[in-house]
């Protein structure tokens, strides 16, 4: 089985108050946008903070990823709004 | 081409006195520098807060500069940025570029700074007399990046 290390950052990280998790990946689970009907699916905050409408970022391995991104065993995933900094 | 990432300010003219230092090729010198305001979307901004995604901040903004290079003729380029507290009036980043002369080293330095905005994952905090709150992304970000699409 499939384990991932996913990462939590700035809005994302306190509304579901977590900044970092190791996820096992069920087998459905693909790719970028399956973890993150996934993790909607908690309910809850995390339903709210990863509603679709939402604008959520997300980076593989430390480099900015789509929806259809696959996922690996031993990713970094990371989830994060849209970035504000300079 | 350097990428630092610090919580302390850092020295505009050192910073460029050391990047062209020795080289007699560098004609021009561009640089930009970003500071706190007190005033954001009609609310007075006390303080801010700067997070990032420690690793991918650093790969993300060698990746800009390495395009950068690749598109103009650059003889060095330095990206400083600052994370945790910072109140109006402290500088927050510093883009300096190097070029033979002043066009490229115009264009990449804007390049540099509106793909920063967009791509390199940095989050502000600001603190206001109503509460803390979380930055929005600008859409005009987004389209001062996209217009390098197209432009020469």
Redesign the interface.
């Known amino acids: 089985m499939a384990t991932i290390k996913i990462l939590y950052f700035a809005g994302l990280r306190e509304a579901t108050g977590t900044a970092s998790e190791l996820l096992a990946l069920p087998a459905s689970v693909k790719d970028i946008a399956g973890l993150r009907t996934l993790l909607r699916n908690r309910g809850g905050a995390w339903l709210e903070a990863l509603a679709e409408n939402r604008r959520v970022r997300a980076a593989v391995n430390q480099d900015m990823a789509g929806d259809a991104q696959p996922l690996q065993d031993g990713d970094e995933v990371a989830f994060f709004p849209p970035v504000t900094g300079g | 081409m350097t990428v630092r990432i610090q919580h302390e300010d850092f020295d505009v003219g050192r910073e460029i006195a050391a990047l062209r230092a020795c080289n007699a090729q560098i004609g021009a010198v561009a640089s930009f520098i ?1 500071v706190v305001r007190d005033l954001n979307d009609g609310d007075r901004v006390e303080a801010m807060t ?4 420690p ?2 901040t650093e ?2 903004i060698e990746a800009i500069i390495a395009q950068a290079s690749g598109r103009w003729q650059l003889y060095d380029a330095l990206v400083i ?1 600052r994370i945790g507290r910072l109140a109006p009036l402290d500088q ?2 510093l883009v300096v570029v190097a070029s033979a002369h002043r066009g490229d080293a115009f264009a990449a330095c804007e390049f540099i ?1 509106d793909y ?10 600001e603190q206001t007399p109503d509460g803390a709150r ?4 600008r859409a005009s970000d987004d389209h001062a990046a996209e217009r390098w699409r197209t432009k020469g």
């Open positions: 970003g700067l997070e990032h995604y690793g991918m790969k993300a940025h927050i980043v700074m920063l905005k967009t791509r390199a994952p940095f989050w502000k905090k979380w930055v929005e992304a």
